[in-house]
């Protein structure tokens, strides 16, 4: 059990955790919500004994393995699956020491400790997560220093699943994943068979994937039981009570002051008012609701309808190479009141499509017809670095109202979620969330006919991520949207399509038939050990040219052939300690042993043997 015991924690001179208490079972999955900045990382750093409290304790069983998320991303020359698969510490550390030991004594305890921990389809699971957060087979092979920032803190997440910690801590885990991914992970983290307490504002997260809330507010940890929407009610509820019940002790407050500024002076009553001053200092005052109102979000309205379709694409292909194009044959058109969410695997050419609807990227071929007059607005989150970190919102606003009055620009400033001294406040001092909402106030300061959201929830909590869903469905004009947030594209999107295969088609079906697709899709590539390692999933993922294929072929078989070198290497030693005289008789303890190891050994050459068969006939086939 995680206990948390009256703890107090102050950072920077503010107390953020103020004398609460709270326990954690085995086996809870736990969201961990508040607004941001109240400080939820902050705990997570005070369990992991990175931060000292004021007060208070933080007792976690001594056998349990506490893992979170990396900060930093992993680089370097090995693989993705090596990656992943050397984040067991234990499997690794005893694979590395049966390699050389001698001691059949020794031997016995390592293979009869792997086959314990399932070390032997350790490779098969790790595929298997790393299949399910978007990485093909071909990929899994692939150096880690090959990909992107974002794409190796999804192996960092990777890692942290595959090592299976008795207690994970996992802040914002989506935020580096599509879509398809995050249902992945939703999935994945309402089966996880141990306690896990995730940090997230994905409102479909967190109905789908914990069964408690732990709520940070006002400086007070507060457990619910049951999903987000449970604790929305349970917290409405208790809010009301709170609500009544402080006007109930702030009237009867008022009637004891009443009758001891009355009677205090005569002589007669004086027991009395004393009484009643006595009663007064005992009462202690309950916290009434203090209201954290959300500043709305806005888009200004355009000026004027343009006549229908305002983009019209027509067999267009587009890319950055116009021998290797991203999308081909793309035929689609927006109409004024649109709401497109897109969907599709990262990689397959969604930002594409929405550079290529924005006028920022041309096309290779075909045709495509705008509306006059389009003004499209465009917000994505790499945009934040081009925000001047020196500058202050008010700043960004003047440079696009140089003619206004003081008066008007401080007005707009205000209207997109900046008052008063927040206006003047430098970027580089702001959250996460709030730059969001500058680039959002930015992005569509002219009033666009259009607007593209790529992942605008990031940094955003639950409560802006509605004023968002709100502001997107007062908005007039059209709007395209890229989200792993399902509450969103659900709250928002009236079409869907599907980016994939090189191409885009609109998804006869809603989000749960998207979801099922996907997990069923995924789950498909993650068992199918007879299909060819490089196969991909219908509709998820891009074809490769046939030459392509072979590669990853070749070096399958070449892993499982090391494989079955390493494990018939494994059996030869224990072979050995078995032959040797009486051991059966004098050490019956230490024969089980290593008899049952043998046979986890040979489970597990049997399986590699099969791998490096289906591995070996697809190559055939490929040729």
Known sequence: MLSINDISIRLAGRLLIDNSTVQIVPGARVGFVGRNGVGKSTLFHAIRGELPLEAGTIEIPPRWRVGSLAQEAPDGPESLLEVVLKADLERDALLREAETATDPHRIAEIQTRLVDIDAHSAPARAASILSGLGFSTADQSRACQEFSGGWRMRVALAATLFAAPDLLLLDEPTNYLDLEGTLWLEDHLANYPRTVIVLSHDRDLLDTSVDQILHLDRGKLTLYKGTYSSFEEQRATREMIEQKHAKKQADERKRLQAFVDRFKAKASKAKQAQSRVKMLEKMKPVTALVTQDVREISFPVPEKTLSPPIIAVDDVSVG????????????????????????????????????????????????????????????????????????????????????????????????????????????????????????????????????????????????????????????????????????????????????????????????????????????????????????????????????????????????????????????????????LPDIFKRDPKQAAQLTKARSGAVAALQRAEEEWLAASASLENAN
């Open 320 to 579: 950055y190479d116009a021998k290797k194009p991203v999308l081909n044959h793309v035929t689609l058109r927006l109409d004024n009141d649109d709401r497109i969410a897109l969907l599709g695997s990262n990689g397959n050419g969604k930002s594409t499509l929405v550079k290529l609807l924005a006028g920022k990227l041309p096309q290779f071929s075909g045709n495509i017809v705008r509306a006059a007059n389009l003004s499209v607005g465009y917000f994505a989150q790499h945009q934040t670095d081009e925000l001047d970190l020196e500058g202050s919102a008010y700043d960004h606003l003047r440079r696009l109202m140089p003619n206004e009055t003081e008066t008007k620009v401080r007005a707009r400033t205000g209207a997109i979620g900046f008052s008063g001294k927040a206006g003047d406040t430098k970027v580089s001092s702001l959250s996460g969330g709030e730059k969001a909402r500058l680039l959002l106030g930015l992005a569509t300061f002219y009033g666009p006919n259009m607007i593209i959201l790529d992942e605008p929830t990031n940094h955003l909590d639950i409560d802006s991520r509605a004023a968002l869903a709100e502001a997107i469905n007062d908005y007039p004009g059209a709007i395209i949207m890229v989200s792993h947030d399902r509450y969103l594209i659900e709250a928002c999107a009236d079409q869907l399509w599907v980016v994939a295969d090189k191409t885009v088609t609109p998804y006869d079906g809603d989000l749960d038939d998207y979801r099922r697709s996907v997990l069923t899709a995924r789950g498909m590539r993650m068992s199918g050990r007879d299909r060819p390692s490089s196969e991909r999933s219908k509709n998820l993922d891009k074809p490769q040219p046939k030459k392509e294929k072979k590669i990853p072929l070749k070096q399958k078989v070449s892993d499982a052939e090391a494989e079955m070198a390493r494990i018939n290497g494994i059996i030869a030693k224990i072979d050995t300690a078995l032959a």
